[in-house]
C-alpha cells in the first residue's frame, strides 16, 4: 500500500480499488505481545488513518519506510541506487510545490511532509558525498522541529543522523551533545525505543573512537622516548674518543 502511494497518479482502478482494501485493513491486523501493541504497527495505522484524512495522499511512504528499518545503510553502499532515490525526492517536492501553488491553500500536515522530505533528501546526500548539503537539511527541520504536531519522531531522529554526521566529520564532541539531546529532551514519540538502541551504539561508537585515540598516543609516546635515547645515545657515541670505542666494544 505504501509504494502504491507513490504511484498514485499511475494506478489503475483495479489497483487503486486494492490500496483501498489495503489501507483499510491495517488497524485490523495490529497485535498484542504480552499486551502490548509493536511500535511500528501503530505507526503503520497511524500512517493509514492519516492516508484517509489527506485524501487518500501520502508523501513518499515507501522511502519513509526505508529510512526506518534503517535501509540507508545499505543501500547508501551503491551510489546509484541512493541516486534514483534523490531524484524521486527532487520530483516529489516539485509535484507538492506545484499543488500548492494552484490550492493555495496551507496543507494540514505540511510541515510534516516538508520535513520528511528534508530529512529523506539530507540521507541522500549524506551518502552521495555531499555531507554539508545534507547537513543544511537536518539543520532546516530543527529549525522547525517546535511546530510538529503529527509526525514528532522526525526531530528526534534528525538530531541523531546530525550526530553521525557529525561522528563522520571527525567532530566527537558536538556528536556527543546531539545524542544526549535526543535521548533526553525528546518524550513519547513514534519509534522511540528503536531510535534509543541506535543512541547507544552511536555513544559507544565515540566511546570506542577515543579509547583508540588513547592507546595510539601512549603508543606514540613510548616511540618518542625510544627515539629520545636513541638519540642521547649516538650523541655520547660522537663525543667518545678512538681508545673509548675501542674499549667500549666489546659490551656493545
Known sequence: AAYYCMLQAELTPAELSDQQHLMAAVPGLKQRIAGKSLPMEKFAIRKADR??????????????????WNGFTILGQH???????????????????????????????QLEDDCLLLLLKGMCLKYMSAPLAAEEC???ILASAGQLKADKYLAPYVTVELALLMIDTGDSDQAWEL?????????????????HFRIHAAQNKIRSKETCSDSN?????????????????MKDFESCTESELKEMMPHI
Not at 531524484?87 to 490550492?103: A, D, F, G, N
Not at 603508543?219 to 642521547?232: A, L, P
Open 138 to 140: 537536518f539543520r532546516q
Open 217 to 233: 598516543s601512549q603508543d606514540t609516546e613510548v616511540v618518542m622516548s625510544i627515539k629520545q635515547e636513541k638519540g642521547n645515545m
Open 179 to 195: 545524542l544526549e539531546v535526543a535521548k533526553n529532551s525528546y518524550k513519547d514519540y513514534s519509534l522511540q525505543s528503536r531510535l
Open 51 to 68: 492516508w484517509a484524512k489527506q485524501g487518500d495522499r501520502l508523501t513518499l511512504p515507501g522511502l519513509e519506510l526505508v529510512y526506518l
Open 79 to 109: 551510489y546509484q541506487m541512493v541516486e534514483k532515490f534523490f531524484v524521486i525526492i527532487e520530483k516529489e517536492m516539485e509535484v507538492i510545490e506545484k499543488r500548492r501553488t494552484v490550492t493555495a491553500a496551507k496543507e494540514p500536515y
